[in-house]
């Protein structure tokens, strides 16, 4: 077993993916591009297996980089609160190892390109999520305008039912009187009101009777005066 030593060439990104477990608890991905390209990546205190990206709760954990004919690596990383890349190169036990550094290259090309794509996937569901609130504030505030409206149209409608049967009730009572003989009440006030003015139409023309009376003794008094 080689030497145990700090996996070389860790690289944190720059943008943070940051994912979740069923309880919520922050997961970030790991990757470790290894040299050669097809060598086994063991996670030691974990029973999670590892694959490029697996996502791991924040913690230290002891890495084994292995392959036949290469002398195997043993280190550790530390996960805090981003994701975790880096590169391990393993020695050859006979001679230099042939490592394809193209490959190795366009790997990691494709990881950043990958992580692009993520990027702007959740800047998409972001800004799909603040729509979707927005709309749902709308049509939460519709919803109380309509309650309201119907409180009014129900108000309106009591209101309404509330003057309809103080009517019946008047035109029950005023049919129960009838039938007893009782003159109303508004039928004594027109009476009234009619007498008051017959009286004041027959002082007004007793007052003009006399008038005339006096004026036609004036002017026979002045004959006899003549």
């Known amino acids: 077993m080689g030497l145990i030593f700090f996996i070389s060439s860790p690289v944190l990104a ?37 694959t490029p ?26 996960i805090l609160s981003k994701e975790w890349i880096g590169r391990v190169v393993l020695q050859s ?7 394809d550094r193209a490959a190795i ?11 692009k794509v993520l990027k702007k996937a959740h800047e998409t569901l972001a800004n799909d999520r603040m729509e979707l609130e927005k709309e749902k504030v709308h049509i939460e505030k519709q919803q109380k305008k309509l309650i309201l409206q119907q409180l009014e149209l129900a108000q309106a409608q009591f209101d309404i039912d509330a003057q309809r049967l103080e009517i019946s009730e008047k ?18 006030l027109v009476t009234t009101k ?29 004959e006899a005066a003549a």
């Open 93 to 99: 036990v006979e001679s230099e190892p042939d490592v």
């Open 14 to 50: 720059e943008e943070s993916l940051v994912y979740e477990d069923d309880n919520g608890s922050p997961l970030y991905p790991l990757t470790i591009i290894t040299e050669p390209a097809n060598a086994k990546v063991t996670i030691l205190n974990s029973s999670v297996d590892y």
């Open 194 to 222: 009619n007498l008051s003015d017959a009286k004041h139409t027959a002082a007004k023309e007793a007052a003009a009777a006399k008038e005339a009376a006096a004026a036609k003794e004036a002017a026979a008094a002045k």
């Open 105 to 115: 290259e366009a790997e990691w090309q494709r990881i950043k390109e990958e992580k």
């Open 171 to 188: 035109l029950n009572r005023l049919e129960r009187l009838a039938k007893e003989g009782v003159v109303p009440v508004a039928k004594k």
């Open 53 to 78: 990206g697996v996502r791991l709760s924040p913690g230290r954990y002891n890495i084994l980089v292995s392959h036949p004919g290469f002398k195997e690596e043993k280190g550790y990383i530390e």
